[in-house]
């Protein structure tokens, strides 16, 4: 009787575990029973947009595109906060008598160099953002720090246009004499965008993409542009962009969660 017993305590001891150890459900990101846990994450990465001007950018320049990079950290909660700078090129012009160069073009729109030959020259707009948002990620299915993705910020957006003498045959453009045609202005700006973030365990599968908003109010950079003399007056005009944006995410940080799972 007392082996019977004993034999019984045994069973009542490993049984519990027996069951515990049958029962539990691996943590596979693959599973289809798994269910993410948000978590504290740190990322870096690059981005690509397609955008297009609007307001005082329109007049100036057709649509262009844009590289960036930034860093961005995620709560627990799923609150974003970043730090982000956006380089924007190939906006070309829209207006192609050059009537920004005054003197420079003649009556025909020819530009003539220092050797009395044709000068060839290029123009190109340039934007660039500095700015820091906040935002915050909204799950849609179990995997909790993927989800939409709402952004706010602001910062400081310039603009101005880049003119290439190749050949540098134009003395008008030499030096400091370039900023006197070049428009360079600057000023606040606002941003907004909004569409999907993935991340996921494996750290390379970690992207995003949706639609941005740029919105600016920007007044001229120099004390005195040749075409239109002093810009001590000169007001706040607004700019503003849209455009497809899309990012790929480099995890710098995460905060490891297990999750687990028992079933009776």
Known sequence: MKKVI????????????????????????????????????????????GQLPLGYLHDWFKPNLAVGTGLTIKTKSNWTFDINLSYMFGGNLRDTTYAFLGDLANENNIIWDGNGNKATLYFEGRYWMFGAGIGKLI???????????????GGYFGHKIRINDYNNQVPQLDGDYKKGYDHLSGGFAMYQFIGYLFNQKNRILNFYGGIEFYEAWTKPSRNYIFYEGPTAGVKNGFSGLIGLKIGWNIPLYEKKSVTTFYYR
């Open 6 to 49: 004993l034999l019984l305590l045994i069973g009542l001891c490993v049984l519990p575990a027996g069951l515990l150890a049958q029962s539990h459900i691996k943590t596979d990101f693959k599973d289809k029973n798994y269910v993410d846990t948000a978590a504290m994450m740190v990322w870096t990465g690059v981005t690509m947009s």
């Open 139 to 153: 799950p849609v299915d179990r995997w909790k720090n993927s989800g939409i993705w709402i952004r706010v910020g």
